[in-house]
């Protein structure tokens, strides 16, 4: 099994434990990180109303992140922990496939111990604690959607035996990181991929490049997508119920096998039976080729 990330250790670094866990220690953030997170919390709130899906406006009151300074796990857990048994913890970076979804399955969500720097503003590489506590957590507090990562690891741990880690790392990038939902007043994000980029937040919903389809897991599972730019497709679920329901109800086994047989679907392509809500001219991408 060959991880999408080519810089992560197949062990724990010194100091982690078995599980890739490390300790919070929160006191030896500097002032200058905590800085830098209300720096992006102020930048990224302020686009929020009218954006962010109502499940993930809720969570950002529930947990109170609007507390400054980087969230004290201490604290953060024991709201999270109210709300949907999730709570946070500690891992120096990206850990392997089979340790992220063992996390998951149990209710415990990994964040990167680090917080970029002023030079990485607006881009970086690996999951700092603003995109994984700002962008991952708030969502964590719905009942459904805490179900829904559950489901998630656990269909992620039997994929490592089908070899469908590539089907399901698309599920994951389509809804969790760059899902969008359409609500009464109009379409929403509540992929953290989306909701912790000030760029990417206001693309995924004004611009009139990217194409916005109706979720379809199988389709979803098939579609290519890119990890350096905005997304050339964004996939809309009717409701968090809705994403929920089609996970724990699909038996992926066999839609593994049948996804395998079919050629991928390259990233901006428009199918058939597609439900598109907007058809994107792909200006934004044309231009960067
Ligand atoms: N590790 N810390 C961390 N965060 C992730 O989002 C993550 C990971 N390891 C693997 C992984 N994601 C992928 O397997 C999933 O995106 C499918
Ligand atoms: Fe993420």
Do not use: C
């Amino acid at each position: 099994m060959e991880s999408q990330f080519t810089h992560v250790h197949d062990t724990p670094p010194p100091g982690a434990a078995a599980d890739w866990t490390i300790s919070q220690d929160w006191d030896a953030f500097t002032a200058d990180e905590h800085a830098m997170w209300d720096r992006l919390f102020a930048r990224q709130s302020e686009m929020l109303p009218g954006r962010a899906a109502d499940a993930f406006l809720r969570g950002i009151d529930v947990l109170k992140l609007e507390k400054p300074g980087i969230p004290d796990y201490r604290e953060l857990n024991a709201r999270l922990m109210a709300a949907t048994g999730w709570q946070v913890v500690a891992v120096p970076g990206l850990v392997p496939d089979d340790v992220f979804f063992d996390h998951l399955a149990n209710r415990r969500f990994p964040a990167g111990n680090f917080i970029r720097t002023p030079q990485q503003l607006d881009y970086l590489q690996e999951p700092d604690v603003f995109h994984d506590v700002f962008g991952h957590v708030p969502m964590l507090a719905d009942p459904i959607f805490a179900d829904y990562m559950v489901a998630y690891g656990e269909g992620g741990l039997r994929s490592l035996q089908f070899d469908a880690l590539k089907q399901l790392a698309r599920l994951y990038w389509y809804t969790v990181e760059f899902g969008l939902i359409r609500e009464s007043g109009g379409l929403r994000i509540y992929g953290a991929g989306i909701v912790s980029s000030y760029a990417e937040s206001v693309f995924a919903l004004d611009s009139d490049s990217p194409n916005r389809i109706g979720f379809d897991l199988a389709r979803v599972m098939r579609t290519d997508y890119r990890i350096d730019d905005f997304q050339q497709n964004y996939f809309v679920i009717d409701s968090l119920d809705q994403l929920l329901e089609t996970t724990v109800n699909t038996d992926f086994a066999p839609l593994y096998a049948a996804n395998a047989a079919l050629p991928p679907i390259p990233i901006a392509d428009i199918l058939p039976d597609d439900s598109v809500i907007t058809r994107g001219t792909q200006d934004y991408a044309a231009a960067k080729a």
